[in-house]
């Protein structure tokens, strides 16, 4: 079977973890994401779940502040008083 070359750009750092994951696993990088290459042809899928966790930990922190009042300003009574605090020095 002939072999071909495959360029992928990927971030510096996510490289360096990811040759020394591959090497703790005993394969090469190729041998990865060859493996990986096999698996998503033969199933015709991403071999894995792809997805985030919704809503984030930043959302979810900015939520749980939000309902324990952290951070929040008000209730304003009038626009004056909204304009006096948006202007305070803090």
Do not use: W
């Amino acid at each position: 079977m002939a072999t071909a070359v495959m360029n992928i750009r990927m971030d510096s750092e996510l490289k360096k973890q990811f040759e020394a994951f591959c090497a703790d696993m005993g394969l090469s990088v190729t041998a990865a994401v060859t493996v990986f290459a096999k698996k998503a042809v033969r199933e015709y899928r991403i071999p894995f779940e792809i997805g985030a966790e919704i809503p984030n930990a930043e959302t979810r922190k900015a939520i749980e502040d939000a309902e324990a009042g952290i951070g929040m300003s008000g209730p304003f009574h009038s626009v004056a008083d909204l304009m006096e605090a948006l202007n305070a020095d803090d």
